[in-house]
């Protein structure tokens, strides 16, 4: 089964630098989620979207921003990146079955983006 | 303010026997549990969930047990492989209200370590 595809896996960048990280959900989900995992820490929600628009956000510097685009892939964009910005970052989708007023939304999550900052 | 809590960072148990590794929460308003399963520079791996309208789902191997008056849950696994060991992440979400569409982010326990001894 398809899964949750994040590019690039490992990405190195120097501080102050931009940084651009992708996520393409599984096929038919309509909610991405972002989440944050720093060395020894549990992943923290960022931010996500549903269908197209955000959803809800949580934790996200000012420095970062999110979309998702018309084929349902995300972007994250850092910039003015700090030494504390390395860090796991994660993507997860997820399908509404329909049923209203029901949480049942699993989240299935990509392999991370290992970000370092120098 | 950590609202989902796993106080046993790490468990070693042989294999063959059961692993139950114990989740608490804070926030009433969580009504979604979800269990996955980590191993170092990969994605968490969803394993099994449960709604706040049962008190017990099985899958397998896996069964998750939910007591809303303690809130409290744990993650048996019946009999234990060496495949198993893992962080173990107890996961929890709740609806936001005024969100849109799928919006029940997830907020994370910090992990128990499963070693699983041949």
């Known amino acids: 089964a398809a899964g949750v595809i994040q590019s690039p896996r490992h990405l190195i960048k120097e501080k102050r630098e931009t940084a651009t990280l992708k996520c393409y959900p599984i096929p038919r989900h309509d909610t991405v989620y972002w989440y944050q995992q720093g060395p020894g820490q549990d992943p923290q929600f960022l931010i996500s979207?549903?269908?197209?628009?955000?959803?809800d956000k949580g934790s996200i510097p000012d420095r970062f921003s999110a979309q998702q685009f018309s084929d349902y892939h995300s972007e994250l964009n850092m910039s003015s990146l700090e030494l504390g910005d390395s860090a796991l970052y994660f993507c997860a989708s997820s399908y509404r079955p329909g049923l209203a007023g029901r949480n049942t939304d699993t989240q299935y999550f990509g392999p991370g983006t290992r970000l370092t900052v120098l | 303010d950590q609202q989902v809590k796993q106080n046993s960072p790490s468990l070693s148990v042989q294999e063959g026997r059961i692993s139950i590794l114990n989740c608490d929460y804070t926030n009433s308003m969580f009504d979604y549990f979800l269990w996955y399963k980590k191993y170092p520079a990969e994605g968490p791996t969803f394993l099994i969930s449960i709604s706040s309208i049962k008190d017990k789902n099985e899958d397998g191997r896996f069964t998750v047990f939910l007591n809303k008056s303690a809130k409290h849950l744990s993650l048996h696994i019946v009999p234990s492989q060496p495949g198993d060991s893992a962080v173990y992440f107890c996961?929890?979400?709740?609806?936001?209200?005024?969100?849109?569409?799928?919006?029940?982010?997830?907020?994370f326990g910090k992990g128990t370590l499963l070693t699983v001894n041949p």
């Open positions: 979207f549903y269908e197209k628009m955000q959803s």
């Open positions: 996961a929890a979400s709740a609806p936001k209200e005024g969100g849109r569409g799928s919006n029940y982010k997830l907020t």
